[in-house]
């Protein structure tokens, strides 16, 4: 299984951007995927989470201006960031996950949110 991540960039405070995540290989159709994030020198943390079963859970920071969704095809995943913050700066990470214990990673994607 391999995840391509894809759309970080330089952004002013209060701008948007959306990140793209998709996942190829020997997967299930809409599988549980999730964006989390790391700062230099701090621990990754959890973003959000969209299930299978379409749940999403957002970290309280995050909530109401990102937004995680899926694609047509069900193996993309999507994080539309609104209102970004300078906290919102970090690398931004996709994972997928599975019931029985799988966990894959794709390569980081940098966000910097700088006026």
């Known amino acids: 299984v391999q995840l391509q991540a894809s759309g970080g960039g330089l952004v002013q405070p209060g701008g948007s951007l959306r990140l793209s995540c998709t996942a190829s290989g020997s997967i299930s159709s809409n599988p549980n995927m999730a964006w989390w994030r790391q700062e230099p020198g701090k621990q990754r943390e959890l973003v959000a989470v969209l299930t299978a079963g379409g749940t999403t859970n957002y970290q309280s920071s995050v909530e109401g201006r990102f937004t995680i969704s899926r694609g047509n095809a069900g193996n993309t995943v999507y994080l539309q960031m609104n209102n970004l913050r300078l906290g919102d700066t970090a690398v931004y990470y996709c994972?997928?996950?599975?019931?029985?214990?799988?966990?894959?990673w794709g390569q980081g994607t940098l966000v910097t949110v700088s006026s």
């Open positions: 994972r997928l996950f599975t019931a029985a214990g799988a966990s894959y």
